[in-house]
């Protein structure tokens, strides 16, 4: 099945009350509470009959990808979500509007949703207990007044395998932080294992990011498209946060330091700047994006994410 076709089905299936890899879950109605923020306007998956996009004032719904095992053996869910409000980032605290059960309400979820669909936007290791299909966790959401469930379980047919392409064995991007710091690579950003930094109110913060990637390519067709994207491309938003951030470029560009074009090896280097109107704790997310677009162009693979906890104080 080539990239497009399974694009397709997906965009068809989404919000359609089901749930399975890259598939979005439909619920219920009830209470909310939402807050207008910050957002970077992304291409949203198809406009659903039974609950289309509006320019505000509708619902998020969380996005069940799929499971993976990672390759120290850990089990992951991979989750997204899908803001059907075309022109209203939507903020949801922790709590009874934005709860993983049992175990939570916290379990590393976003609090902040952009417009849009978003994919694999965090990871919760899979419960030592789970060992069927029949063992779940649940991802409420309640905002604009509308709520949505969707389960996470182990279902076989929800596997997926986000560290290779299974057409050209392509890999994720790897990310640092420090031209000679450690590597991330994979959609495996955690609050748990976010790097930390320090700000104040209105002083603009510098964060550089240096990536890597093996510039592996495909398609339908395998023929590269005239206006073929840069290697790596690198996304900056806010995944928590008490008020909004302004950056200076959400997509910044990724400076070339070696390799350009296809099946030649890729080192770039982007720096956002990012700027906050109050103090508090916040997480900054960043995806670094391959050829394969956001997320894998329907296969899955290959991105990668990070996050960034910015105590900013007065």
Not at 237 to 247: D, E, I, K, L, Q
Request: aromatic fraction near 10%; proline fraction near 10%.
């Amino acid at each position: 099945m080539t990239r497009g076709v399974a694009a397709a089905i997906t965009a068809l299936i989404v919000g359609a009350g089901f749930s399975g890899p890259g598939i979005v879950g439909a619920g219920l109605t009830g209470p909310g509470i939402v807050r207008a923020g910050f957002s970077r306007p992304f291409v949203s998956a198809q406009q659903l009959p039974n609950e289309p996009f509006r320019q505000f004032g509708t619902s998020v719904t969380g996005a069940f990808e799929g499971w993976f095992a990672a390759p120290d053996g850990t089990r992951y869910f991979l989750i997204g979500y899908l803001n059907r409000n075309n022109n209203q980032a939507v903020d949801v605290a922790i709590g009874p509007n934005n709860h993983i059960d049992p175990g939570g309400p916290d379990m590393g979820q976003p609090s902040h949703f952009l417009p849009g669909r978003h994919w694999g936007m965090f990871v919760i290791k899979v419960p030592a207990e789970f060992t069927g299909p029949d063992q779940r966790l649940t991802w409420t959401i309640v905002a604009n007044g509308q709520s949505t469930v969707i389960p996470l379980r182990l279902h076989p047919d929800y596997s997926v395998s986000p560290f290779t392409d299974v057409a050209v064995k392509n890999t994720p991007p790897t990310l640092r932080f420090a031209e000679q710091g450690p590597g991330v690579q994979g959609p495996l950003g955690s609050i748990a294992t976010a790097v930390t930094r320090t700000a104040r109110v209105g002083a603009p913060l510098a964060v550089s990011v240096w990536t890597e990637d093996d510039a592996k390519f495909a398609s339908g067709t395998m023929a590269p498209p005239k206006n073929l994207p840069p290697p790596v491309r690198v996304f900056w938003s806010m995944f928590r946060g008490p008020a909004a951030v302004t950056f200076d470029k959400e997509n910044p560009t990724n400076e070339i330091l070696a390799g350009g074009a296809v099946n030649q090896p890729f080192r770039g280097k982007s720096t956002v700047t990012a700027t906050f109107n109050e103090p508090g704790d916040y997480f900054l997310q960043v995806t670094a994006n391959d050829y394969s677009g956001e997320g894998g162009s329907g296969e899955v693979c290959c991105w990668t994410t990070s996050l960034v906890k910015v105590t900013v104080t007065q």
